[in-house]
């Protein structure tokens, strides 16, 4: 079966230090994979996605994800976090038996002054 | 730009009462969804529907009813409503073909008491 796990549910970084929100993956085939971001009481936004070519994705707000089939893993990354970085992460990977995301449980990343 | 739109942002039910979460969408989309996210378990699909007059059952349809009568909106039915459905919902959107990308409202948070 396919799945997406976020092995962490809570991250905590100083502000300018770098960040990972880690996720791993598994599926039958070649993976879609997602990350969306969501703010306290908002919907979730579209940060980035893999679909194919370089294993290094780039995405909004500074945010960078690396790709590794051998690890089945797509973290999420970012060189200086931001106070304003905290928020709730979610990865997702596309099933390719119906189309339809498969989430995470998410991940709460918490930057401190 | 209005997006997605959902209404209304906040419900409280009493068992067996019934209502309707609304979702519509001023891009064109064909796809829509409609996402529950409860604590630690992500989001996970109700329902949704690839084009007008067509709907299809999610993870945890049980509970729920949709139709799609035009392109634009997608309502969310609940026929009785049951304390386990005290839950945020989330309304998504995305064009037909896209890559997965959804477009999300801000979410409706309903109690069950």
């Known amino acids: 079966a396919q799945s997406v796990a976020q092995p962490e549910d809570q991250v905590n970084v100083a502000e300018g230090n770098p960040l990972t929100v880690k996720c791993t993956y598994s599926?039958?085939?070649?993976?879609?994979l997602f990350w969306y971001v969501q703010y306290p009481n908002r919907g979730l936004q579209f940060l980035l996605k893999?679909?194919?070519?370089d294993n290094l994705v780039k995405g909004s707000y500074g945010f960078e994800a690396e790709f590794n089939k051998s690890q089945t893993s797509f973290h999420l990354k970012k060189p200086s976090a931001l106070v304003s970085d905290s928020a709730l992460y979610f990865c997702?990977?596309?099933?390719?038996?119906?189309?339809?995301?498969?989430w995470g449980a998410g991940t709460k990343l918490i930057i401190k002054p | 730009n209005a997006g997605v739109t959902q209404t209304p942002k906040f419900q409280v039910l009493k068992t067996g009462q019934s209502m309707t979460l609304q979702c519509a969408q001023d891009?064109?989309?064909?796809?829509m969804s409609w996402y529950r996210q409860d604590p630690g378990m992500g989001l996970r699909l109700i329902h949704y529907?690839?084009?007008?007059?067509?709907?299809d059952q999610g993870e945890v349809p049980n509970g729920y009813n949709v139709s799609r009568s035009t392109t634009e909106d997608f309502p969310l039915r609940l026929l009785s409503a049951a304390p386990s459905q005290t839950s945020v919902y989330f309304c998504?959107?995305?064009?037909?073909?896209?890559?997965?990308?959804?477009?999300f409202g801000e979410g409706s948070r309903l109690t069950v008491l």
């Open positions: 998504a959107s995305r064009p037909r073909g896209g890559t997965g990308e959804l477009f």
């Open positions: 891009m064109n989309h064909e796809y």
């Open positions: 529907s690839v084009g007008a007059g067509i709907t």
């Open positions: 599926v039958s085939g070649n993976p879609y």
């Open positions: 893999y679909i194919t070519g």
């Open positions: 997702a990977v596309r099933d390719d038996s119906n189309y339809q995301l498969i």
